[in-house]
């Protein structure tokens, strides 16, 4: 399985304030997907961004963005403006491009809590 | 429209008994996944099946067992065998063609060992 490390068990930030979460992973691939997903208290795992390792340009969804480093292998999630909704557990994924199985590993995520 | 069910929510299992964990989807898609979630270790895979009538062992498989029978369909056994089943389950569909879209998820099921 790829190894895929998200470094911040939590993080806090105020409401209309800017948080970065971090993600690195491991592998010698070098096309594949990754992906950030959102994990509400309501346990729903929403997709919030993802990105795919030809593309240099790195991807953006409103108030999502990332910074993708592929030679540093990270892929941070940057959320602008935060809104008392984001708060969720945050998952950064990992899939590999060529490959028959298309399995999706997850890192252990982080907990990202707005305050008002 | 269009996604996955999981059903029971909850689930409340005795020590010794099987329980089973129901998954269908309705968006066609050939691949489906299992995943268990534990607090600080994100989704480990369990089982994933890619066609009818065939699956694959993920990462945690002891203890579990599954079946296809349809397309729709991915239910997920928890067996005596599996020494701490008391997790968050979801299960996953995806697609070949849209797999740089990720995978479709299920609300999941919350099983208990009393």
């Known amino acids: 399985a790829q190894t895929v490390t998200q470094s911040q068990p939590e993080m806090s930030v105020q409401e209309a304030e800017t948080v970065t979460l971090s993600c690195t992973y491991d592998t010698s691939e070098n096309n594949y997907y990754l992906f950030w997903y959102k994990q509400p208290p309501s346990r729903q795992m929403i997709l919030v961004i993802r990105?795919?390792?030809?593309?240099?340009q790195n991807a953006t969804e409103n108030r999502f963005s990332v910074n993708f480093q592929k030679a540093a292998k990270s892929f941070s999630l940057k959320i602008s403006d935060s809104q008392l909704g984001d708060t969720a557990m945050y998952f950064c994924a990992f899939m590999k491009h060529w490959t028959i199985d298309y399995k999706l590993s997850f890192g252990a995520g982080t907990t990202v809590t707005v305050r008002a | 429209d269009g996604g996955i069910t999981q059903s029971p929510k909850y689930l409340f299992r005795k020590e010794g008994q099987n329980v089973t964990l129901s998954c269908e989807q309705n968006?066609?898609?050939?691949?489906m996944y299992w995943y268990r979630q534990d607090p600080g270790q994100g989704l480990r895979l369990i089982y994933y099946s890619q066609i009818v009538n065939d699956f694959q062992k993920g990462d945690i498989a002891e203890g579990y067992s599954v079946s296809r029978e349809k397309k729709e369909s991915f239910p997920l056994t928890v067996t005596s065998a599996q020494k701490n089943p008391t997790a968050f389950y979801l299960c996953a569909s995806g697609q070949e063609s849209l797999r740089n879209y990720g995978y479709t998820f299920g609300s999941g099921t919350r099983l208990t060992v009393v």
């Open positions: 990105q795919e390792a030809y593309k240099q």
């Open positions: 968006l066609n898609h050939d691949a």
